[in-house]
């Protein structure tokens, strides 16, 4: 029952309540706020691109405290006890994002696909693309989207957790598990029809097929839904499109409805048209559009992973020099390139690695200089453009206060001369350096 305080008595009980509560508020007060104990770290470049600015700010600096980017500017001051990094003659900027990689491939002149796929056991195959993950980081690519394991299932989704947990060393993942391709349509082929052989994707067939595949390989652990729009049906036939606009609506709504990005490998024109009306986010390769195709891409933001290198790669791999004649393969992609640029297409930077060697992620920035892409446009496709399209900003891709400080240095200004980017010579993840 509630009692109801009245008269002298009352007063002088809710003076001594209040004279407590003041008394515990200035106890409060007047106690000094628990220190920040996270280790703080001043680095002192060169000069910093930012990932945003098309230059390279000379005299700036970047203190960092825990796992953030803390202050940017020229002249900080380093806090009491923190650790100061000299990096004389060097630039620091984000870590590189690598925007289509395969950790579970390693180059074809070393052993083809289908014989990665068909015989080099799950184990071997697991211990590769670990060794893989911690040269891509040492090389300055901090983040990565690996677009499918190739026939190795769900593997993806267990090193990213390894490297997640400090098991092992690599990038930060987003991975895409199976992927996804029309029935019959991918391989491994050439065995006796109607014999079952491992498959390098998940096969689907119709509506109902593809979105129970979306939200599977999303249950599994997929960050992005990569769909293959086209493929060769049968060995020495070109392209032809493979799934429906239906399909891939289907699809990509599922995925978005999961809040995953959707990529789509296609070049064929009617496979990279079903994929912009379904709404994807990035198209892969895309050799095959037409000023008209780009152009319908630019009004929807969609970005374009144009894998010059893999092209290039894989010509060289069959005895191109690099000279005249350019095999038609690389002339289809260095002219989809141009077209797409024309259109102002919003460009990814991801070069397929694992066609050819990870590590060497750079090869695809330099082929997208020679192409015509300043060296700026091509670092900032890497490092905020990336971020932008693979919804990693205000995580990723900037040095700019609040962000996370996965941060690089290289041996001279990269936003004059790409191969600069070759020459990494330290990297931090996270706040940690993990190379010196």
């Not at 709404?279 to 780009?294: A, L, N, Q, R, S």
């Not at 297409?345 to 060697?357: E, I």
């Not at 997208?368 to 300043?374: K, P």
């Amino acid at each position: 029952m509630a009692q109801t305080l009245s008269g002298a008595g009352a007063g002088d009980k809710l003076g001594d309540e209040a004279v407590k509560i003041w008394a515990l508020l200035a106890m409060f007060l007047a106690t000094p706020a628990l220190a920040d104990t996270s280790p703080a770290t001043l680095l002192r470049p060169a000069a910093v691109f930012d990932g945003i600015d098309p230059v390279a700010h000379p005299g700036w600096q970047v203190l960092v405290v825990g796992d953030r980017i803390t202050a940017v500017g020229p002249s900080l001051a380093a806090p009491a006890g923190a650790t100061v990094i000299e990096l004389p003659g060097d630039t620091l900027m984000p870590g590189m994002i690598e925007g289509h990689g395969h950790l579970f491939l390693h180059p074809y002149d070393e052993t083809s696909w289908d014989d990665q796929v068909l015989h080099e056991p799950l184990a071997l195959r697991t211990a590769r693309a670990v060794a893989q993950a911690r040269t891509t980081l040492m090389a300055g690519f901090t983040s990565e989207r690996d677009l499918g394991t190739e026939g190795a299932g769900y593997a993806d989704v267990g090193l990213k957790a390894a490297i997640d947990q400090d098991i092992v060393p690599g990038p930060r993942m987003l991975v895409a598990t199976r992927a996804i391709v029309a029935l019959g349509a991918y391989g491994p082929k050439g065995f006796e029809p109607g014999v079952a052989i491992p498959q390098g994707a998940e096969e689907v067939s119709g509506v109902d097929s593809i979105v129970a595949a979306v939200r599977r390989q999303i249950a599994g652990g997929a960050d992005v839904v990569k769909l293959y729009g086209d493929y060769r049906w049968r060995p020495g036939e070109p392209s032809m499109p493979t799934l429906s606009l239906d399909e891939m609506k289907a699809a990509t709504a599922a995925a978005h409805d999961a809040g995953r990005i959707v990529a789509v490998h296609t070049s064929t024109p009617e496979g990279m048209r079903r994929a912009i009306a379904a709404g994807v986010d990035t198209i892969e390769h895309g050799y095959g559009g037409t000023p008209e195709i780009f152009a319908a891409m630019a009004a929807k933001h969609i970005a374009l992973c144009p894998t010059l290198a893999a092209s290039d790669a894989v010509a060289r791999y069959r005895g191109w020099k690099g000279g005249d004649p350019v095999p038609e393969s690389v002339a289809l992609n260095r002219s989809a390139f141009a077209l797409a640029r024309a259109a102002h297409v919003d460009m990814c930077m991801g070069g397929d690695v694992g066609v050819f060697a990870h590590g060497e992620n750079a090869r695809e920035m330099e082929l997208m200089t020679a192409a015509g892409m300043s060296p700026a446009q091509v670092l900032i496709a890497a490092t905020s453009g990336n971020a932008r399209y693979f919804h990693l900003a205000g995580r990723l891709g900037a040095v700019r206060v609040g962000l996370l400080a996965d941060l690089i240095a290289v041996q001279g200004d990269p936003t004059h001369d790409i191969a600069a980017v070759r020459a990494v010579k330290w990297v931090m993840k996270g706040g940690r350096i993990v190379r010196q």
